[in-house]
């Protein structure tokens, strides 16, 4: 099985710019989540989506928002870029076929923001 | 809110030395444990879980780890590292809500250092 895909895997946006991000999920996984990774915070939890619909936010503004489509894939996006927006962010995802769960990663994309 | 803590920030050892890397949570309730490493310029991968019985459990590449409920801790070992363990070490706990979602709480993470 192929792993979980993200695209870009490098960008780079100026001050108030928007950014979307793609995830494709391994297949037959429901579950995706997205986690931003900064070497000062590490790995903070952004939101997850399972079926189309988000089920789990994290503490981020407004700014942040996501999608999932019917195939699972999954996109997420930031409006007006702020430089502290800088990160790696990672998705996940997992069949959430009990509560035995394990969450599966991508490479990420680095974002740079100038 | 439940929160993980790692304690150790960096870890330098020299090869074939033993291994133990802290964490700690703080939830009350039924956890999913995790330890996941990312390698350098390598995506996150799943190096153990623990979902229930044996608290003593084993993961890929010869590394275990042991929950104790008691103390919280689910320390991760390994009695004798080689160089290319040098990676970051993650912690995580995930907990299941009522309405059955989860999500990964992480720690801080372990920069580990193994010197030829």
């Known amino acids: 099985k192929a792993g979980v895909t993200q695209t870009p895997r490098y960008l780079i946006k100026t001050r108030g710019q928007q950014v979307t991000l793609s995830c494709s999920p391994i297949s037959g996984h429901r579950s995706v989540s997205w986690y931003q990774q900064t070497p000062g915070q590490g790995l903070q939890f952004l939101f997850e989506?399972?079926?189309?619909?988000?089920?789990n936010k994290g503490n981020f503004p407004g700014r942040f928002s996501g999608r999932q489509f019917s195939n699972s894939r999954s996109e997420m996006n930031v409006s007006t870029l702020e430089l502290g927006d800088s990160a790696l962010y990672l998705c996940?995802?997992?069949?959430?076929?009990?509560?035995?769960?394990?969450?599966?990663f991508g490479a990420g994309t680095r974002l740079s923001v100038l | 809110a439940q929160s993980v803590s790692q304690h150790n920030h960096h870890v330098i050892l020299s090869e074939a030395a033993s291994l133990e890397l802290g964490c700690n949570y703080s939830y009350g309730g039924t956890v999913n444990l995790f330890w996941y490493v990312q390698y350098p310029g390598q995506h996150l991968q799943l190096l153990l879980k623990?979902?229930?019985?044996?608290?003593l459990v084993k993961g890929i590449k010869g590394f275990e780890a042991e929950f104790i409920k008691s103390k919280f801790s689910f320390n991760l070992r390994k009695p004798s590292v080689q160089w290319s363990d040098t990676a970051e070490y993650f912690c995580a706990v995930s907990i299941i809500s009522n309405f059955g979602n989860e999500k990964l709480t992480f720690g801080t993470g372990t920069r580990l250092t193994i010197i030829p």
């Open positions: 989506y399972f079926s189309e619909t988000q089920r």
């Open positions: 623990y979902f229930s019985g044996d608290p």
């Open positions: 996940a995802s997992s069949p959430w076929t009990s509560d035995q769960n394990i969450q599966y």
